[in-house]
């Protein structure tokens, strides 16, 4: 298998960078592994051991965003999704002078094999780097850096890898040469003693996101509620989420039927119709689980359902009333035609023309057209215009007569 973003030896392994002091957290212990064991035990540094009292470096990693503990209690770091956390190893000593003594020195391992890391003997030359990794399907890989020290410099902060999520176990082993005596460049009676900095870290995305992607274009889902050739769930970038999906489907009468609730499996494809809802949750943080619901289908009227707040009910009530649903799922509502329209408004017309022409009749005097351009009156109008003038002019003076001859009787009487 592919070893993650592990940086090939020889090229990038041992770049040296300066890493930022903000944000690092310092890995390792260093315990001494007894003589001839395989680097298996795990003994406290004592003042019998020329290691007494100093550190040959140490290990630590940065561009994490918090840290916590997995369900074994294991260390782990949090990090950002698509984002890399590297790892640096600080050698604090120079390997042919150690603890600034001259007797004291990095020796060659010709024999070296490790049994925590069921390592083949082989020659580890002056430390062998470790590094066992296992990713989201518990497989396992490892790899074995040799002569780890000889390629790196004092004082300066090397990479190491690029972490991605999974876990890591990480040593560092080494002997110590310790050669107090020496006559003429030969040495005398030297002795040896095995170390070990060993450490075990987990590394997890902090998001809480899968990505659904359309079944036959591979192209994401973001946007859209619909996806009419299926999905599939890709965690490439988060492979730790634990995924939940549902699916439902709606029969004629609008009778809703769960059809199924479980674990979501990697790499399958969800084709079927019916509305999915995908559920995920991070079991490393406390954020709320992320919810995303798909129809797969191609009918308008569920589409229209999943980008509307209306019923199935409902909108099967539109559309008997001659509503329309497009591919898209937007509703169309009925409307009047132009034709109606237009009929409506030349009636309006009609009626409020005869209306006006009725009220002209009662209050104008008929006009005729006479063949010669003259124009005549009406005879029977002009009669009743002119008796309504008269009329009280008569009345006026009959009154007037009656009061004379009242007058006139009274004073023939009185003579």
Request: charged share 25%; aromatic share 10%; net charge negative.
């Given at each position: 298998?592919?070893y993650?973003?592990l940086?090939?030896?020889?090229?990038l392994l041992f770049?040296?960078i300066?890493?930022?002091?903000e944000?690092q957290?310092?890995?390792g212990?260093?315990?001494s592994?007894?003589?001839?064991?395989?680097?298996?035990?795990?003994?406290?540094?004592?003042?019998?051991d020329?290691?007494?009292g100093?550190?040959?470096?140490?290990?630590f990693v940065?561009?994490?965003?918090?840290?916590?503990?997995d369900?074994k209690?294991?260390?782990l770091?949090?990090?950002n999704?698509?984002?890399?956390m590297?790892?640096?190893?600080?050698?604090?000593?120079?390997?042919?002078?150690?603890?600034?003594?001259?007797?004291l020195s990095?020796a060659?391992d010709?024999?070296g094999?490790?049994?925590i890391?069921?390592?083949?003997?082989?020659a580890?030359?002056?430390?062998?780097?470790?590094i066992?990794?296992?990713?989201?399907?518990?497989?396992?890989?490892?790899?074995?850096?040799?002569?780890?020290?000889?390629?790196v410099?004092?004082?300066?902060?090397?990479?190491?890898?690029?972490?991605?999520?999974g876990?890591?176990?990480?040593?560092?082993?080494?002997?110590?040469?310790?050669?107090p005596?020496?006559i003429?460049?030969?040495?005398i009676?030297?002795?040896?003693t095995s170390?070990?900095?060993?450490f075990?870290?987990?590394v997890?995305?902090?998001?809480t996101?899968?990505?659904l992607e359309?079944?036959e274009t591979?192209?994401?889902?973001?946007?859209?509620?619909f996806?009419e050739?299926g999905?599939?769930?890709?965690?490439?970038?988060s492979?730790?989420?634990?995924i939940?999906i549902?699916?439902e489907?709606?029969s004629?009468?609008?009778?809703?039927?769960?059809?199924?609730?479980?674990?979501?499996k990697e790499?399958e494809?969800?084709?079927?119709?019916g509305i999915?809802?995908?559920?995920?949750?991070n079991?490393?943080t406390?954020?709320?689980?992320?919810?995303?619901t798909l129809?797969?289908g191609s009918?308008?009227i569920?589409?229209a359902?999943?980008?509307?707040?209306?019923?199935?009910a409902?909108?099967?009530?539109?559309?008997?009333?001659?509503?329309?649903?497009?591919?898209?799922g937007?509703?169309?509502m009925?409307t009047?035609t132009?034709?109606?329209?237009?009929?409506?408004?030349?009636?309006?017309?009609e009626t409020?023309?005869?209306?006006?022409s009725?009220?002209?009749?009662?209050?104008?005097p008929e006009l005729?057209?006479?063949p010669?351009?003259?124009v005549?009156?009406?005879?029977?109008?002009?009669?009743?215009?002119?008796?309504?003038?008269?009329?009280?002019?008569?009345?006026?003076i009959g009154?007037?007569?009656?009061?004379l001859?009242?007058?006139?009787v009274?004073?023939?009487?009185?003579e």
């Amino acid at each position: 298998m592919k070893y993650p973003a592990l940086l090939a030896a020889g090229i990038l392994l041992f770049s040296e960078i300066t890493a930022s002091a903000e944000n690092q957290y310092q890995l390792g212990k260093t315990v001494s592994t007894g003589k001839n064991t395989g680097y298996s035990e795990s003994l406290a540094v004592t003042s019998k051991d020329p290691h007494y009292g100093w550190e040959l470096g140490e290990f630590f990693v940065s561009d994490y965003t918090r840290t916590s503990t997995d369900e074994k209690g294991r260390l782990l770091f949090l990090k950002n999704a698509g984002e890399q956390m590297p790892l640096f190893f600080h050698l604090e000593q120079m390997i042919d002078q150690l603890n600034g003594s001259t007797a004291l020195s990095i020796a060659d391992d010709w024999e070296g094999y490790d049994e925590i890391f069921q390592v083949q003997k082989q020659a580890f030359g002056r430390g062998a780097l470790l590094i066992r990794y296992t990713d989201y399907q518990n497989q396992t890989d490892t790899q074995v850096f040799t002569d780890y020290l000889s390629s790196v410099e004092t004082g300066t902060d090397s990479e190491v890898l690029l972490c991605e999520e999974g876990d890591y176990e990480i040593a560092l082993d080494y002997q110590i040469k310790n050669n107090p005596y020496q006559i003429g460049g030969f040495d005398i009676l030297p002795t040896y003693t095995s170390y070990s900095i060993r450490f075990a870290f987990s590394v997890r995305n902090g998001n809480t996101a899968a990505f659904l992607e359309d079944a036959e274009t591979g192209e994401p889902l973001t946007d859209t509620v619909f996806a009419e050739n299926g999905f599939y769930i890709n965690t490439e970038k988060s492979h730790y989420l634990d995924i939940d999906i549902q699916r439902e489907v709606f029969s004629g009468n609008d009778f809703h039927s769960e059809v199924f609730k479980n674990p979501a499996k990697e790499g399958e494809v969800y084709t079927e119709d019916g509305i999915y809802t995908v559920t995920v949750r991070n079991p490393y943080t406390a954020s709320e689980p992320a919810v995303k619901t798909l129809y797969v289908g191609s009918e308008p009227i569920l589409k229209a359902y999943m980008i509307s707040d209306y019923s199935l009910a409902e909108l099967r009530e539109f559309v008997a009333q001659g509503a329309e649903i497009d591919s898209d799922g937007n509703i169309i509502m009925p409307t009047e035609t132009e034709s109606e329209t237009e009929t409506e408004t030349e009636t309006e017309t009609e009626t409020e023309t005869m209306q006006e022409s009725e009220t002209e009749t009662e209050t104008l005097p008929e006009l005729t057209e006479m063949p010669s351009g003259t124009v005549q009156i009406n005879e029977s109008v002009t009669e009743q215009t002119g008796i309504k003038k008269t009329l009280p002019i008569i009345i006026g003076i009959g009154a007037g007569l009656v009061l004379l001859a009242v007058i006139a009787v009274k004073f023939f009487m009185h003579e």
